[in-house]
């Protein structure tokens, strides 16, 4: 049992004491990691924060950041791997060329397709993994399992792991904040960021960043309009003064406190929200570095320029995603299709925010203890499905890290020449997770947390921190 | 935002102490070296599957590690073993090799004298004689004397009602019902209260909610492509119903697991069988992907896990589910023994089914349904020659159908005259490619086949008109192995053959799994003796049989323990999915054992008896108020000297604002109440933002609300309404910022506080009807002077965001 439940469920004798200990030490907005490990709960901690980028609906690999030129030599061609291939829905078609063309960027020389050349000229400051694989072929248990390391339901999204285990750096914005694509919820919805059987408090709470009402609940409803200020200032008033007076008759109970405490928090967080959700003083050139002036970017810019504005007053964990469900007229990655089509839209959308987003957090010195992680289910076959798209990939494909103790400029693993299936230190996400954990001064080992008969884990009974990842 | 922070509970080392073989031991010779070394699979002739078999094996001698087999094979600096992975760590060699110089005492139920105490027969225990009335007190006083405590007085009358209708009906008293007890001065007044909220129709609707946290019931698929499901409510109402009624435990554990099988001509029990289906389910891995396909396979075998654990962990808190991919390794769970709880599965698929309530129609169409089943199973062994002939000229065109297809999707509606040529044409050769395709398959599966199939298709043809002259039957979400196909979701027909998989995977099948159950079990044949083992009801029924067979210790202490749970905030064992050795063991293990075989032969298995002994006893009468000797002894009151003070769970909360604004609609029963705007599409959009909490209809109990899994209500979550993909056997109880502006400015809690002043009129009243007592003088002034500045309305939403309002005393 740990110590949170049992504080909830057994009220009583700790209480007051405990209470009062923890919500000192938050107050001083450490969390809950160790100040000699610099906020890492089982050894010094690089990173302290971090901004997940997800591509929902399988973003391809061999049209982003696997370079293979035997897909342009032998474009066209029948592709023989040289095995039985099994996929997702189809056949497996010709060898298909990216439509997009291929280019050396920076120190490290790291090749970058002609969709995301902004993204390029980071590449000296990420770390890319070549070589991951996933469990599922489907988009709903895979999605889960980039987000919580098992492909079924109902188990912590990484945002809510990382909650769990390092707590707030700020009392006036919640810990985890995901901010989906305004054109819908991805495959499995909510799940994908539930705090599954960790306590509630673990979840993400959602922004809907440049819609009316960005939070749920944050403001009474415009239809109730009996709720003045005065009435709003003075109930509260009333509501602090009468709980109080029954917290006085009922002894020895740290939830009647708490409760108290949670109209202030929310106080606070009523007064910041609005303060960390309006862009509207940020510079002209940090706009259009986010792609702010231009309407296939701004969505993005917006999302990941608010992203930004949530770390640094204190969010630790953001999740921006890119694309939604896997329906018609397509709004993901999932291009099954029409490749060119719909990666070139959702690329030409991503690539300039994104990149914004890592030049603008080292020039403010946020990649330093940040941490930039993109991701997506699984990638797309090398092949064509039909004669313009790619079918899922489940073999082999490419996520990347940038800052927060990330080395930069590396490639970790790689496919085999068709970009087909990671042969060169294949890793699932589970070797991710665990890297990402360390930078952040956790062991994954020793996170967990009891249910059902299992002691569980974000990285289940796998993962192992790569060290080729790690800046020295 | 969080107001507590929990640490991390961090491993306990013991140093110094005796090495235990199950704790520290077994559990990694059950990772590491028993996937291969087993009593099935011996490897090397050596078993390690236990002491005993290390032993014959000669991997073990006692008090001598350095000859030991088992030692010298995992030592040195390229240790032989284990074979695969990285060597054992250095603590893990060390442990083994105390353990075996300690003598290697074997503390398993397998090997040892000692019995885990949760696989103990069960005996009734003598009641403790100190006087106490209820044996429940009688119990609780010998452990609370021995820590040197007593129970707390009574709780007063007003907080004791307010108590017992939450706990047993999940509602505050109204007004009238408050004074009709208070002023009720009958001795047995509080036992006549308990009777009649029994005997109400809302124990059903607050006890089945408890219900649907352990069975993780939801009213969506869950995953990718959540479609709603519209005949899940059924089988909500069968439970509803069957707690109301009082269904004796052995019937609600046995029409759940089988009912369709052991009462075939009882309607109720087939919706019954809606337990099985309750939890998720992936659409696209059943409906999408190609028959053969691993991903396909392992999908299958996922949906069966799911459906196994909750099975187990729901009767007989056991984690069976954790011997998918190697024994157990705590507790006596062969891999074996898992599988063989999957091959009882392995016949049906979650799907909707007809049923009817007039049981001559019913016993009728499933009589003709089972016709139909035996035409099918002949049937499918020739369309399966059609739908998988194959040539390399057929995949050549499925991928040109494919593409077409795809491409035509992609467009929609075509927008200029070009797109409309390209798809006249696109649609042009999908049918040329089809034909063309037709042809040869045709050619391949030859003209008698055919006629064949036509021969056998016409068996259809009397039975369909037979069904159709019945009248229209209603429809239930539950487990099949018939069924009409959709896409590559196809019914079983019949047991599928499972096997122990090699660490879980399904492409490392190893020996075939027969029906069964738990073999730590000692009191019952653990492989289910079955006439046909290839009827697939014959199996579950089987199961249903040994989870309900009195002899079955575990199923009974679960029971009451799960019951304890709910009425004390916590239960006697802490755990109540997990009896095993990493589960928490009994506060008063003869208590336990006491109301278990009580609940079984005195109460036949009725949990009205049970509630209302426990409700009835000193120590659920007694104050939560914090004593200071009790929280110096006994600071998580374990020993119950007091009653627990509990936050109300959303449920609680949503239906007491419904009752206090005077809009609580009682309806019972039908289909549920979406509480959110719907969108079906690809993956349906289930929008909680868009949904006025006045419409018409949704002021029903929140038993009655639509679950849906991808996008759970957020104002049920704020209040810790658990995960419907979770089996949740206890709440947690968080409370967070999000939550306290989750109660005071969701539209749905404004609205009831508007309905609410209009019905309350005065501040005075509203006290009285939120809080079920009078204002007190100072209250009066404070509350009356707020709402003539702001409106009645204003109070009301404060009233709602009171401690007293949220919590039980």
Not at chain 1, 290 to 311: Q, V
Not at chain 2, 718 to 723: A, I, S, V
Request: hydrophobic share 40%.
């Amino acid at each position: 049992m740990n110590r949170r439940s049992f504080l909830w469920n057994y009220g009583g004798g700790l209480g007051g004491v405990a209470l009062a200990h923890l919500m000192g030490r938050e107050a001083l907005g450490a969390g809950r990691g160790r100040p000699e490990f610099n906020g890492g709960l089982h050894h010094p901690a690089k990173a302290k924060r971090v901004v997940q980028l997800f591509m929902s609906g399988a973003a391809s690999q061999c049209d982003t950041f696997d370079y293979k030129p035997l897909l342009i030599k032998k474009g066209g061609e029948t592709w023989d791997p040289g095995e039985k291939v099994e996929l997702f829905q189809s056949n497996p078609g010709a060898v298909m060329p990216s439509p997009w063309g291929w280019k050396q960027y920076g120190q490290c020389g790291k090749w970058v397709s002609d969709l995301l050349p902004h993204i390029g000229e980071c590449v000296d400051d990420i770390a890319f993994v070549m070589s991951l694989m996933a469990k599922s072929n489907v988009h709903g248990p895979a999605t889960f399992m980039q987000n919580t390391g098992f492909i079924l339901p109902g188990f912590p999204s990484a945002g809510s792991w990382v909650s769990y285990a390092l707590g707030n750096l700020t009392d006036n914005l919640p810990d985890f904040v995901v901010m989906p694509d305004p054109r819908g919820m991805p495959p499995n919805g909510a799940a994908n960021w539930s705090a599954g059987f960790l306590p509630a408090s673990h979840q993400a709470t959602m922004i809907r960043a440049g819609t009316p009402t960005p939070i749920h609940d944050l403001f009474p409803p415009s239809s109730a309009s009996f709720i003045t200020k005065d009435a709003e200032r003075d109930g509260l008033a009333l509501l602090n003064r009468v709980n109080r007076e029954h917290l006085a008759e009922h002894p020895g109970d740290s939830r009647l406190e708490a409760r108290i405490a949670s109209y202030e928090m929310a106080a606070r967080l009523q007064l910041s929200a609005p303060e960390v959700l309006e862009i509207r003083g940020e510079s002209e050139a940090t706009r259009k570095l986010y792609g702010l002036d231009n309407e296939a970017t701004a969505d993005m810019g917006r999302r990941c320029l608010t992203a930004r504005r949530l770390l640094e007053r204190g969010v630790r964990f953001v999740q921006v995603w890119s694309g939604a469900d896997n329906g018609f007229p397509r709004r993901n990655w999932d291009s099954h299709e029409n490749l060119a089509k719909d990666h070139g839209d959702l690329g030409m959308a991503l690539d300039k925010p994104v990149a914004g987003l890592l030049k603008d957090l080292k020039a403010r010195g946020l990649l330093d203890d940040t941490v930039v992680y993109w991701t997506t289910e699984f990638g797309r076959m090398p092949c064509s499905q039909g004669s313009k798209g790619r079918d899922h990939n489940p073999f082999g494909f490419t996520s990347w890290f940038a800052g927060g103790g990330f080395k930069g400029g590396v490639s970790y693993g790689a496919t085999d020449e068709w970009s087909y299936k990671a042969v060169d230190k294949p890793v699932y996400c589970y070797d991710v997770h665990a890297t990402l954990l360390h930078l952040l001064g956790i062991d994954h080992k020793r996170l967990s947390y009891w249910h059902n008969g299992i002691d569980r884990r974000l990285t289940d009974v796998h993962g192992v921190v790569i060290p080729e990842l790690l800046a020295s | 935002m969080r107001l507590l922070a929990a640490l991390v509970a961090l491993p306990i080392w013991v140093l110094g102490q005796q090495v235990s073989f199950t704790k520290s031991v077994r559990p990694v010779l059950a990772e590491r070296c028993a996937p291969c070394h087993n009593d099935r699979n011996t490897s090397g002739k050596v078993s390690l599957a236990s002491v005993a078999a290390m032993t014959k094996a000669g991997a073990l001698v006692a008090g001598k590690p350095d000859e030991s087999l088992l030692v010298k094979v995992i030592s040195g600096d390229r240790p032989r073993m284990p074979k695969f992975g990285d060597p054992l760590k250095a603590e893990q060699v060390d442990a083994i090799r105390r353990w075996i110089a300690d003598g290697a005492p074997d503390d398993s139920t397998a090997g040892g004298p000692e019995v885990w105490w949760s696989l103990a027969p069960l005996k009734r225990p003598p009641v403790p004689a100190n006087g106490a009335a209820n044996p429940v007190d009688a119990f609780l006083r010998e452990k609370l004397a021995a820590a040197g405590l007593t129970p707390s007085p009574e709780a007063d009358r007003r907080t004791l009602a307010r108590r017992v209708y939450y706990d047993l009906v999940g509602l505050p008293p109204t007004g009238e019902e408050m004074d009709a007890f208070l002023a009720d001065r009958a001795p047995d007044a509080y036992e006549k209260l308990v009777d009649r909220l029994l005997a109400s129709p809302r124990y059903g609707e607050r006890w089945a909610r408890h219900w649907f946290d352990v069975i993780h019931y939801g009213e969506s698929h869950g995953y990718d492509k959540d479609k709603p499901r519209r005949n899940a409510w059924p089988y909500r109402d069968w439970v509803i119903q069957s707690l109301n009624a009082d269904m004796p435990w052995v019937r609600f554990v046995k029409e759940q697991v089988a009912g369709d099988v052991l009462y075939p001509d009882d309607p109720r029990a087939y919706v019954a069988t809606g337990f099985l289906a309750a939890g998720p389910w992936d659409l696209v891995g059943h409906q999408e992907l190609r028959e053969g396909s691993s991903d396909k396979d392992n999908t299958r075998l996922l949906d069966r896990d799911d459906v196994v654990a909750t099975v187990v962990s729901t009767f007989d808190s056991m984690t069976a589910h954790c011997a998918r991919c190697h024994d157990h390794k705590f507790d006596p769970i062969p891999q074996q023994d898992y599988y063989n709880l999957q091959a009882v599965f392995a016949g049906v698929d979650r799907v909707d089914r007809p049923f009817d309530d007039d049981p001559a129609v019913h016993r009728e169409r499933q009589a003709l349904l089972r016709r139909k089943l035996e035409v099918q199973r002949r049937l499918q062994p020739l369309l399966d020659q059609v739908e998988f002939a194959s040539t390399p000229e057929i995949v050549t065109l499925d991928s040109s159908i494919q593409d077409a297809s795809l491409l035509i999707t992609h467009m929609g509606e075509p927008k200029t005259p070009a797109d409309v040529e390209t798809k006249r044409r696109l649609e042009a050769r999908r049918v040329a490619d089809r034909n063309r395709r037709q042809e040869i398959v045709d050619g391949l599966v030859g003209p008698e086949t055919y006629a064949e199939i036509r021969r056998i298709e016409a068996e259809f043809k009397p039975i369909d008109e037979e069904i159709a002259r019945l009248p229209k039957p209603r429809t239930v979400y539950t487990a099949a192995s018939y069924f009409p196909r959709a896409g590559t979701f196809r019914p079983s027909l019949g047991p599928r053959p499972v096997f122990v998989l090699g660490r879980g995977n399904v492409r490392s099948p190893g020996k075939p799994a027969v029906p069964g159950a738990l073999t730590c079990v000692p009191s019952l044949p653990a492989r289910f003796e079955l006439k046909d083992p290839s009827d697939e009801g014959s199996r579950r029924a089987a199961l249903a049989d040994w989870i309900g067979d009195e002899r079955n210790m575990l199923t009974w202490r679960s029971v009451v323990n799960r019951v304890w749970h709910y009425h004390f905030g916590a239960g006697i064992v802490d755990t109540p999915n997990d009896f095993g050795r990493m589960g928490s063991k009994p506060t008063h293990p003869e208590l336990l054992d006491w109301l278990a075989v009580w609940f079984r032969d005195d109460a036949h298995g009725s949990l009205k008896q049970l509630h209302r002994l426990i409700v009835t006893s000193a120590a659920y009468r007694q104050s939560s108020r914090n004593r200071e000797d009790g929280a110096k002894a006994d600071a998580d009151n374990r020993l119950l000297w007091r009653q627990n003070r509990t936050r109300l769970d959303a449920e609680a909360v949503h239906d007491t604002i419904l009752q206090a604004a005077g809009k609580l609609d009682l309806t019972m029963g039908g289909p549920p109440v979406e509480l959110f705007w719907f969108k079906d599409d690809h993956s349906p959009v289930y929008d909680y933002a868009r949904f006025d909490p006045d419409t018409p209809g949704s002021h029903r109990r929140s038993i009655y609300r639509f679950i849906v899994r991808s996008v759970p209500d957020p104002f049920m979550e704020r209040l810790d309404c658990p995960d419907p993909s979770v089996q949740a056997p206890k709440r947690s109880t968080t409370i967070t910022a999000i939550q306290a502006l989750a109660m005071l400015n969701n539209p749905f809690v404004l609205k009831m506080a508007e309905h609410f002043a209009e019905r309350a009129g005065t501040a005075e009243q509203a006290v009285r009807l939120a809080l079920g007592r009078e204002a007190t003088a100072e209250e009066r002034t404070a509350y009356a002077d707020y709402a003539a500045k702001y409106g009645l309305a204003n109070l009301c939403r404060v009233l709602f965001n009171t401690n007293e309002f949220l919590f039980v005393d």
